[in-house]
């Protein structure tokens, strides 16, 4: 019999076992059809009850907001508590003064129906300091009846009108029925400066009752009561059974206090319990009034539902025979021009790629996925250099963002280094003259704070166009980072020349910048290092620019100073830091750790931390970290500085885990400086053994700009830290020497995207350019990715799309200490 079976071929089987499978599924669903349709009807039924007890404390949450909102309003208004005061003082039963008093009690019950009508409310009645009822607004037969108690003789009499009428007439003081709910008790005891909300039943009916007591001005002695009502009654039931098409009521019969769970209880809510007889659903769910237990119960009938079902029942079966008729019918053609022909065809094509000839073949025109999977074959050897084609374009795209602004398209900092020294060179074996002018925008930030990094960025935008139409065609313009330029001019003769071209850029900033909707006033500061007067090397040059730009900034900006030697003075200045900083960092007790969170884009969970310094200097204050960091490379005492850091992160994440804090590691930022003055190897051993901390719980974020110090001895070093088994990363990747050459031979295991890359995305196509070759690397090159400077849910989104594994920045958390980081981690 299997001899036989093996001869039959593909589509028979396929057809036999179809006709199996069909057989098969008439029977199962014959059994269980039943149950599966009333199982259906059943949890849609108690869907529609959650949703209407959902409903139900939506709007009894909502009543109970707007009670406490109207309820309130008595201490806002300044007369009605003016004319509360009155009665409060001159109220005498005995010797009333009705001209005076009633006048008062009118007006305040004119401010009640308007309070009482405008919230939607039933009633609402306000009492003096002795809780005597002062007026009372209440409705009746859909209108609002209006009363004040007067007094005659010492006993009350009650006045009272409709609100259409104009007089009030007199009726016998029987209010005693309106207050049923005043509770003495929550003023007495409690004295509660916020509105008190209690529930309470009667006739089927339920009321939200506020009681608010009214303090006088800045003190605890109470002046008076106000409460106001809420009706939930037979119309709300009405509109909301006919709004979710189930049957709502109220009851207080004790039946249904067995399968009633309280209805504002949260964790019962979801347990609520739906009971069935022949002819219906039921569902209770219960409330405790300060009157009695009242039963909110949903029902839905039965018969619609049978009839339903039996209809279902007689569809399914003629659907289920019809379609399996014709289904069989066809199933033997439909194999066997469908599946069995293409199959052949699609071997052919495999069997001509196993003896190695990947020329093209003609692929299946079937209209289905045999014919995706014989396009797909034949693709393949196109594929490979399309993907070949593609990589090289992305290293292109790299190598061009690593020597321009993505911003402007002006060349970066690193282009117009090279530029520099190129230019030295010339004027050196020339004996000519260049400068260097360092410009930098006057108020910059303001525009940022005031208008948005948007316009920031409009800005930066144009004013790089008007300095390139200012300058010559053999100068150099470059943008090194906010809103900081370089320009290098070549082959100038004298001061004059200079000054010529610096009256051109000044002169582009007298008109205005037209920003989208803004038109911005700026100015700009400027400092001139001139070859060879003020420096013969490109650092010299730079710096004295830099002095002399800050020299600009010193004059009341809006100013071009050439660089001269009494500038050094600011070198004194910087003498006092770095002595402030040599002492500080001799016991680095003026040092703290703050950390960063890093979290899942994944599970939305704190995963690790970035740890950064901050420095509260004794003799300087609080010192911001990109001067002091800076300063501390210059000088080298970011080695020691450096080891603290290392050692003190350390131990803080080490005391993290031993506190149950569920982190995977620690990143520490290393400075080039570090790597190239002292034995880093050696510090991570000595703090390996000396605090205990796994390796692989330690991640070292470094530049790209130390790589490309000295890339062979670099790249042994970082070698030597991955045979340790600490994890590292590329920090700011893209904005310095990116390329696929150094992704390929580092040992990094992950890159983090620079926040200039972050802050445009998703609406600059450049940034989500930049961003997409960026992670595209990454996956490439199996490396995990994290994205700093996240500000906002846009940017959230488009990262977390991309499969950015860690997002960094404000959107979760500024940088915290070590007591509000574990705060963070708990929340």
């Known amino acids: 019999m299997m001899h036989c079976y093996r001869k039959i071929g593909l589509n028979n089987k396929l057809s036999l076992f179809i006709i199996l499978i069909i057989l098969t599924s008439f029977g199962v669903v014959g059994v269980y059809f039943d149950s599966f349709l009333k199982e259906s009807h059943f949890q849609n039924t108690k869907k529609k009850m959650h949703n209407a007890y959902n409903r139900m404390e939506i709007n009894l949450s909502g009543a109970e907001d707007k009670l406490k909102k109207w309820a309130s309003f008595i201490q806002e208004d300044e007369y009605l508590l003016a004319s509360v005061a009155l009665i409060d003082n001159y109220q005498d039963k005995q010797n009333y003064n009705a001209s005076l008093l009633d006048e008062e009690k009118k007006y305040i019950a004119s401010q009640l129906l308007s309070r009482v009508k405008l919230s939607l409310n039933n009633d609402i009645a306000l009492y003096d300091k002795n809780e005597e009822l002062i007026s009372f607004v209440v409705k009746k037969d859909e209108k609002y009846n209006q009363n004040f108690v007067s007094y005659e003789n010492g006993e009350p009499v009650l006045y009272c009108k409709y609100e259409d009428e104009k007089l009030y007439t007199t009726e016998a003081c029987a209010y005693s029925q309106f207050l049923t709910y005043k509770h003495p008790i ?135 025979f019809v379609l399996g008729s014709v289904f069989l019918f066809f199933l033997y053609l439909f194999f066997r021009k469908n599946l069995a022909q293409p199959l052949e065809v699609i071997m052919n094509q495999i069997n001509k790629i196993e003896m190695r000839d990947y020329s093209r073949s003609q692929h299946l025109t079937s209209d289905d996925e045999l014919e995706a999977i014989s396009k797909n074959i034949n693709n393949l050897a196109s594929t490979i250099k399309e993907r ?148 013969v090397d490109s650092v010299s040059l730079i ?130 400086v570090q790597l190239l003055h002292s034995d880093m190897i050696q510090t991570l051993k000595d703090t390996l053994d000396k605090i205990e901390i796994k390796p692989e719980q330690i991640e070292l974020e470094i530049t790209e700009s130390y790589i490309a110090t000295d890339e062979k ?40 995207i620079d926040k200039s890359f972050v802050d445009n995305l998703p609406n600059s196509k450049d940034s989500v350019s930049i961003v997409k070759v960026i992670i595209a690397l990454a996956k490439t090159f199996n490396l995990s990715l994290t994205a700093e400077g996240v500000e906002t849910k846009e940017q959230l989104d488009f990262l977390t799309t991309m499969e950015c594994d860690e997002i960094q920045g404000y959107y979760y958390s500024k940088p915290l200490s070590l007591d509000d980081l574990k705060s963070f981690c708990k929340s």
């Open 388 to 535: 070949e084609l593609a990589l090289h374009t992305s290293q292109s795209n790299l190598q061009y963002l690593s020597t321009h602004d993505p911003l402007t398209d002006l060349p970066n900092r690193r282009f117009f280094t090279d530029r520099l020294e190129h230019a030295i060179k010339i004027a050196e074996r020339t004996h000519s003259k260049m400068a260097i002018i360092f410009l930098d925008l006057d108020e910059f930030k303001e525009v940022n704070d005031s208008l948005g990094h948007d316009i920031g960025d409009e800005l930066l935008k144009e004013v790089s166009n008007r300095l390139t139409l200012s300058l010559r065609s053999t100068d150099t313009l470059s943008r090194i980072g906010g809103d900081e330029f370089y320009i290098l001019l070549e082959n100038v003769k004298s001061h004059a020349d200079i000054e010529s071209i610096v009256q051109k850029i000044y002169d582009e900033f007298q008109t205005p910048f037209a920003c989208k909707e803004y038109s911005i006033e700026t100015t700009a500061s400027m400092g001139i290092a001139i070859y060879p007067e003020n420096g």
């Open 713 to 752: 001895k670099a790249l042994q070093t970082l070698q030597s830290f991955r045979d340790m088994g600490i994890k590292l990363a590329v920090d700011d990747f893209g904005t310095g020497y990116s390329s696929l050459s150094y992704l390929q031979k580092l040992p990094v295991t992950r890159l983090k």
């Open 543 to 672: 710096k004295n620019s830099d002095l002399a730009m800050y020299q600009s900034k010193n004059r009341g900006r809006n100013h071009f100073s050439f660089f001269y030697e009494e500038l050094s003075d600011q070198m004194r200045e910087r003498m006092r830091w770095i002595i402030a900083l040599k002492d500080a960092v001799h016991s680095c007790s003026e040092f703290t750790l703050m950390y960063q969170p890093k979290i899942s884009s994944v599970s939305g969970k704190i995963v690790a931390v970035e740890s950064l310094v901050r420095w509260n200097s004794s003799v300087l204050g609080f010192a911001g970290p990109d001067k002091f960091i800076r300063l501390a490379e210059e000088t080298k005492l970011i080695v020691p500085l450096g080891k603290w850091i290392i050692e003190k992160a350390c131990q803080d994440f080490l005391g993290l885990l031993k506190e149950g804090y569920n982190l995977s590691h620690v990143s520490i930022n290393i400075s080039s």
């Open 186 to 320: 929550l003023y007495k005891n409690i004295l509660p400066k916020e509105p008190i909300i209690t529930y309470h039943s009667a006739q089927n009916n339920l009321y939200l009752k506020s009681h608010l007591n009214i303090f006088l001005s800045q003190s605890k002695e109470v002046m008076g009561h106000v409460e106001m009502t809420h009706l939930i009654g037979k119309t709300y039931f009405e509109n909301l059974s006919d709004d979710l098409e189930i049957k709502m009521s109220i009851s207080s019969d004790e039946k249904y206090s067995k399968v009633a769970n309280q209805l504002l209880d949260k964790e019962l809510h979801d347990s609520l319990i739906v009971t069935q007889t022949d002819r219906e659903y039921v569902g209770a769910m219960r409330m405790d009034t300060r009157d009695s237990i009242v039963y909110l119960v949903a029902s839905l009938e039965k018969d619609i539902l049978n009839s339903e079902l039996s209809t279902n029942r007689m569809k399914l079966i003629m659907i289920l």
